[in-house]
């Protein structure tokens, strides 16, 4: 494979992120509503039926979580298996209610890694809110004081932001494995395939000089979570005359511990689009 950089390229995440949202404002609220008064295992009992329903009718969310545990498993996959993976991003959905709440006493987190974080510094997402914007503009009801948190991706002083919250001893979240419209991307290969990746996270970190560090979270059932950091750079530097090889290389490092932890956890990918090239 070449590496090269693909700049503005329709990918099927963009195609993906403009259909209609499922989830509306009305069944969000009643869903916190649910988890607030009756109390989550109450509320993971609706659950199933929830999953049921999107199983039967999200037709392509449907096809690419076959596709992905098929090439995941590497034998046959059935409904069930299909309804696990659908049934654990509802959970961590429905988890999330509490979390932004911040009643963290409800769940049993097991944190690997923690030493990368030799200090406490406040965090920074770098998120795309333009898809999803019920399900976004209903967790910033829930806890207000994150909105600020968020540092929209395709503003003109994006980068400026970015600098001065790295400056004053912020960490910059972002997607590793998520293409948005008109992101540049490069190619790797994830589970025996090749993939379209964001070029974005290495250039960005490129660009700042910053040390960078993978952060997965896994859901292992019931109500425990399992957090992992790890090293991955002191900096990133890009070679002028080799941009899209380095690109590259740093992405598919990326993508060989995104693959690591998808097989390590299987049900926890949530990238419910057609994700291979």
């Known amino acids: 494979m070449i590496p090269q950089v693909l700049g503005n390229r329709a990918s099927e995440a963009d195609r993906w992120a403009s259909l209609p949202e499922r989830g509306t404002p009305l069944s969000l609220r009643a869903i916190a509503w649910i988890a607030i008064h009756i109390g989550r295992w109450g509320a993971r009992l609706l659950l199933y039926p929830i999953t049921l329903y999107f199983v039967i009718t999200a037709h392509a969310a449907r096809r690419t979580s076959y596709e992905y545990l ?12 299909v309804f696990h993976h659908f049934h654990c991003f509802a959970a961590t959905i429905l988890d999330r209610v509490y979390l ?11 944190v690997h890694g923690k030493e990368i974080l030799h200090r406490q510094i406040e965090s920074k997402v770098l998120m795309d809110a333009e898809h999803n914007q019920n399900i976004t503009h209903f967790f910033d009801a829930l806890n207000p004081t994150l909105a600020g948190t968020v540092i929209a991706p395709d503003r003109l002083d994006t980068l400026i932001r970015v600098k001065e919250n790295l400056d004053a001893g912020c960490f910059i ?105």
């Not at 098929?70 to 298996?81: F, Q, T, Y």
């Not at 994830?190 to 250039?203: D, I, N, Q």
């Not at 990133?236 to 097989?263: P, V």
């Open 70 to 81: 098929k090439r995941l498993r590497g034998e046959p996959v059935h409904w069930w298996h």
């Open 100 to 110: 932004l709440r911040g009643e963290f006493e409800r769940f049993r987190v097991t």
């Open 173 to 277: 979240g972002m997607l590793g494995d998520r293409v948005s419209g008109g992101d540049k991307a490069t190619q790797c290969e994830f589970l025996s395939a090749h993939a379209t990746f964001p070029a974005g996270p290495v250039l960005v970190a490129g660009t700042m000089r910053c040390p960078v560090i993978l952060f997965f979270g896994l859901y292992r059932g019931g109500n425990s979570y399992e957090i992992h950091f790890e090293h991955f750079a002191d900096e990133i530097i890009l070679d002028r005359n080799h941009r899209a090889r380095d690109i590259q290389l740093w992405m598919q490092r990326y993508a060989q511990r995104l693959e690591h932890y998808a097989r390590l956890a299987p049900y926890n990918w949530f990238n419910f689009y057609p994700f291979w090239d």
